[in-house]
Structure formats: structure tokens, C-alpha cells
Nanobody, 122 residues
Framework: QVQLVESGGGSVQAGGSVKLSCAAS????????VGWFRQAPGKDREFLAA???????YYSDSVKVQLTIFKGDTKDTTYLEMNNLKPEDTAVYFC????????????????WGQGTQVTVSS
């Protein structure tokens, strides 16, 4: 049973920062990559960042918020740090385990967490 649990969301003022974490457990293969996405109400799920093979980093070209993705001290935890947040960054943020394809599409990911809400107020 694969389980991904996101945490670190909450309310933040515009211009602030959050650090989201994704803890993975169960039998799975994360060597193909772990990604972060977000979904705002009424919008499609949007790619943010991914750590791939050999810990290569992939980032969205269209998201304006400053993003940094990195592994924790234990290889089963992946973090996403976001800086200079704006109200339009308000969304549910998800992590997922990739199984193939590109890094940028939700369809490239097999296992998903339940998400953590980030709300940015002006």
C-alpha cells in the first residue's frame, strides 16, 4: 500500500513563504521521481516542480512563485519551498510519485497524496 502525506500548508500573508513536505511510505519506487502539483477551485491540476532520476530538478516555466524542491535527510521525504507568495497561489497542493513519461503532466504520476491547503491573503 503506497501512501503519500502532505503537510505544511496553512494561511500566509502575500509576500510570505511556506515549506511543504511530502512523506512517502509503503512499497513503491520513487527513483522515477516525485512531483508537486496544485489545484485551485475550478482550475486544472498544475505542475510545479519535480525531482527526477539522479535528483535532477524540474520546474514549471509558467508559475511565477519562487520554487525550490529538495529531498529531506530521509529519502522518503520531499519538500517544496515557495517564496514570495501571492493570493493567486491559493490552492490545494499535492505531491505524487511518477511512474514514467514526462515530469510535467499529472498523467505521468501514479500515486497521489490527499493534498494540503495553502491560502494566501493580501
Amino acid at each position: 500500500q503506497v501512501q503519500l502525506v502532505e503537510s505544511g500548508g496553512g494561511s500566509v500573508q502575500a509576500g510570505g513563504s511556506v515549506k511543504l513536505s511530502c512523506a512517502a511510505s509503503g512499497r513503491f519506487i520513487t527513483k522515477y521521481g516525485v512531483g508537486w502539483f496544485r489545484q485551485a477551485p475550478g482550475k486544472d491540476r498544475e505542475f510545479l516542480a519535480a525531482l527526477g532520476l539522479h535528483n535532477n530538478e524540474y520546474y514549471s516555466d509558467s508559475v511565477k512563485v519562487q520554487l525550490t524542491i529538495f529531498k529531506g535527510d530521509t529519502k522518503d521525504t520531499t519538500y517544496l519551498e515557495m517564496n514570495n507568495l501571492k493570493p493567486e497561489d491559493t490552492a490545494v497542493y499535492f505531491c505524487a510519485v511518477r511512474y514514467g513519461g514526462t515530469y510535467y503532466s499529472p498523467s505521468d504520476y501514479l500515486y497521489w497524496g490527499q493534498g494540503t491547503q495553502v491560502t494566501v491573503s493580501s
